[in-house]
């Protein structure tokens, strides 16, 4: 497992993002830090508004000023990100950071055929002629492993599948080259077949190219398949991180621990003389909105735990090398349940 280098690929300290007047924020990520090495896969976790697609906009300078207003620091390969103006940061996206969005039908130009599409990608950030350009087309098509590249280049958006669209979004996002790859919901919307091979090109792609990786997602089955850590959200703040095997094995907050209880599964219990399936758990209410955030832990009302000490907001408090919680009531480590029952 990737271990944590003096200057990371990505270094994010303290990410704050707001909507709305200044006089009455909306804050969508709140004192959020984050690093990713080269080679390396976090995941982002969390149910939908507890602000991961906003982390990944907000990483790429892709919410403007009218729309929202960032504070915090964004380094990448030691470089701010923060002090670049527009123009900088256009040089910086799909050349250096690359960026799959989730739906992508909606990433892609109808109008224009997939061909097109590719080369003016590549013309951003390559200064190549059209005819080096779109044999670089047919080189990421077969890389993103689309059958008969050279032919499908001219066809549309419409004459793909969903897993097909999917890929040439993914070969538009390494068409600069990209050390960094963000990947919001990758597997959106797609068939459990499809979603698995989307994974294994990634995965794939990534060893090859050796990109640090972002994968955004509220599917627990992803992360356990890809991630080597893996940061979960609520309500705009990280509230547990830990490498995979750990989070899996010992989730320390209850809102980790619901979500992997929440996890559809296909084994069977024994009930008397019969068998039936495992009854899926469910975390009672739902993420609080931005105008109505607590004054303390955001995930209390929802929590069997909640006390008076959950009016005050919970420290994010490391408990092992690359590994935090952020809970007045995190469940015990595996040492000390051991202790107790000796």
Known sequence: MTTLASTPLLDVRNLRVEFGKPSTPLIAVNDLSLQVQAGETLAIV?????????????????????????????????ESLSDLDERAMRAIRGRHIGMIFQDPMSALNPVMSIGDQLIEAIQAHHPLPRAQARARAVELLERVRIPEPHKRLDDYPHRF?????????????????????????PTTALDVTIQAQILHLLASLQREMGMGLILITHDLGVVAETADRVMVMYAGRKVEEQPVHGLF???????????????????????????????????????????????????AARCEHADVRCQQLPELLPFEPLAAVACHHPCPAPQRLHRAMA
């Open 46 to 78: 969390g149910e939908s508004g507890c602000g991961k697609s906003v982390t990944a906009l907000a990483l790429t300078r892709l919410l403007h000023g009218s729309q929202a207003r960032l504070s915090g620091s964004v380094r990448y390969r030691g």
């Open 249 to 299: 094995a010992h989730p320390r907050h209850p809102y980790t621990r619901g979500l992997i209880g929440a996890r559809p599964a296909l084994q069977l219990e024994a009930i008397g003389p019969g068998k039936r399936r495992v009854r899926l758990k469910e975390i009672p209410g739902m993420v609080p909105m931005l105008s109505q955030l607590p004054v303390g832990c955001a995930f």
């Open 161 to 185: 599948s969903g897993g097909m669209r999917q890929r040439v979004v993914i070969a538009m996002a390494l068409a600069g080259g990209p050390s960094l790859l963000i990947a919001d919901e």
